[in-house]
């Protein structure tokens, strides 16, 4: 167990709907990041957020967006959701705002979303 | 376009054979390269190289990174069922690490 805790676990909706994934970070860790894990696109990082400030941003869609709240958790909001949505959401968390010099980061389960 | 590449995509082994993972990097202001071991579920940690030419250790696993050829390699002595899984390489830069594809490993006994 990383002390990474994401919910839900498994979601299911239809297209054109929006979810929202919830994760809440390790005791201590000011970081939050986003991946996405597709079977074709492999682990691809959306966003990172410190300490409630956007920190670093990848390949995240328009149609994505998250935030970080003040006390430390992070949620992604997923809209117009198509079916190339479905992947595996992965939280992870860290202690500083960047990776370098130790800094690992802890990954949580994991948000399937199936989108239909 | 910053890259990682692993190889093999997978790979089917023995238990007690030793195997040797690769990974090959392209990563702008490259800094430090991690390995990832993800079973079911979430990528566990395992190493953490920043430094070339010196291995690190954990128990059968160990690895080791070349800054000058861009590559690192895991390798799994005496393998065992418990070590299938998918073996992840990233490479970090700024705050994003870049993973590759990814190794399947799969230890039959």
């Known amino acids: 167990d990383s002390g990474v805790t994401q919910t839900p676990k498994h979601l299911i909706t239809a297209t054109g709907q929006r979810v929202t994934l919830r994760c809440s970070p390790r005791?201590?860790?000011?970081?939050v990041y986003w991946y996405q894990q597709s079977l074709d696109q492999g682990l691809q990082f959306l966003i990172q957020y410190y300490n409630g400030e956007e920190r670093a941003k990848g390949n995240i869609l328009e149609r994505f967006s998250a935030q970080q709240f003040p006390d430390l958790h992070s949620e992604l909001n997923l809209s117009s959701l198509e079916l190339g949505d479905s992947a595996l959401y992965f939280c992870?968390?860290?202690?500083?705002?960047?990776?370098?010099?130790?800094?690992?980061?802890?990954f949580g389960e994991g948000s399937w979303l199936t989108v239909v | 376009e910053d890259k990682v590449v692993q190889s093999p995509l997978s790979l089917v082994v023995h238990e007690g054979d030793t195997v040797t993972l690769n990974c090959s990097y392209e990563v702008t202001n490259f800094r430090s390269l991690l390995w990832y071991k993800q079973e079911k579920k979430a990528p566990t940690f395992l190493f953490m190289l920043t430094s070339s030419g010196i291995e690190k250790k954990s128990g059968r696993l160990s690895s080791i990174l070349d800054k000058k050829e861009l590559f690192s390699i895991l390798n799994i002595t005496a393998t065992q069922t418990g070590d299938s899984a998918i073996y992840l390489c990233a490479g970090e830069y700024g705050n994003k690490l870049v993973f590759g594809a990814g190794t399947i490993l799969r230890v039959k006994s």
């Open positions: 992870a968390s860290s202690v500083g705002g960047r990776i370098f010099s130790g800094n690992t980061i802890y």
């Open positions: 005791s201590g860790d000011l970081s």
